[in-house]
């Protein structure tokens, strides 16, 4: 009997983060490979609304469990939740986003299930005997491992920008599911007060679909202005390189690389960045990456697909115009 690939579907502001909808599209192939079910499950408080969104991005089935309880994350409720909901049901996948709801969520979750977990995979397949097959790079992005599980679930989280976005097919209809919150008391040890959102109009990192990012070259924090500028005329994200991060010149959130945020956006421009083997580990798997950099030798030329030789302070703002130009024809 099928039990169906789960995607735990994470919404933040019942907005459906972009991670959740990368899923489902690549869960539909799998799902139509494997003849399996593809089940979405929403936790939340009043997110009634977006079953239909699910709905018409691949899913089937939408489990919708809606409780005050539920209304911002919380490790614990969401754990208790998801381990009843996934022992009753017995799905073959649960699937997360690696983000920092994914990073902490799915962990707990496979340890109270008592099932593996392959973390930050880049990539998804079934292999020949009929298993989900996860691919996760390792020792900085240099080689892959690949991953799988005959114990079921099989769990894994997966980096965001890995996979697609199918358009919605908003001919698709999925049997809808209302489930109760059963909490364990012991499990609402920690209670959420209060979220204080810092505000800014540009993407999120990892969402981002343009990220301009600088490093030591930058020279100081008052000199990302330049970058923001240019950030605010294409849409981006603003990045920075450790070297930058630990110079206090942005705070920790804004970093790329193997000890900050993993990015794969579709342009990448780094500015002032030398291209060392642990901010590559973060941003390597973008998909056009432009440098400006005043060394020639500088290793983000080898991975560049776009380089531009010469001073970021003169470069930069001359993009700048020329982008400025582009966007307003
Ligand atoms: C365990 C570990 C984890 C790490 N994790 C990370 C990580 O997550 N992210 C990360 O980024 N690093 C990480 N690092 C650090 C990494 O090794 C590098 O030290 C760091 O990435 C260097 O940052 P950078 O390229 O900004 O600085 P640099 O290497 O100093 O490069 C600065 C570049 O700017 C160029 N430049 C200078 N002035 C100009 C100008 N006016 N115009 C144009 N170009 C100019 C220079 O030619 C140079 O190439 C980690 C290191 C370790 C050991």
Known sequence: MAKGIWVIVEQRNLQIRKVSLELLSQGRKIADETG????AVIL????????????????DKVILIDDAKLAEYTTGAYTSVLNKLIRKEEPQAVLLGNTAVGKDLAPRLAQRLGVGLASDCTGMEIDSNNFLNFKRPIYAGKAFAHLTSNVRPIMATIRPNTFPVAPPDAARQAEVVKEAAEIDSADLAAILKEVAVAASKRPELTEA???????????????????????D???AAV???????????KEHKFQVGQTGKTVAPTLYIACGI???IQHLAGMGSSKFIVAVNKDPEANIFNVAD?????????????LTEEFKKLVNE
């Open 274 to 276: 030398s291209g060392a």
């Open 239 to 249: 990045g920075a390189s450790r070297a930058a991060v630990d110079s206090g010149w």
């Open 36 to 39: 399996e079910p593809l089940v």
């Open 209 to 231: 679909n343009i990220i301009v990012s600088g490093g030591r070259g930058m020279k100081g924090p008052e000199n990302y202005v330049i970058l923001e500028a240019l950030a």
């Open 233 to 235: 005329v294409i849409g």
């Open 306 to 318: 776009y380089g531009i030789v010469g001073d970021l302070f003169e470069v930069v703002p001359l």
């Open 44 to 59: 939340g408080q009043g997110i009634e609304a977006l079953a239909k969104t699910v709905a018409e991005s691949g899913a």
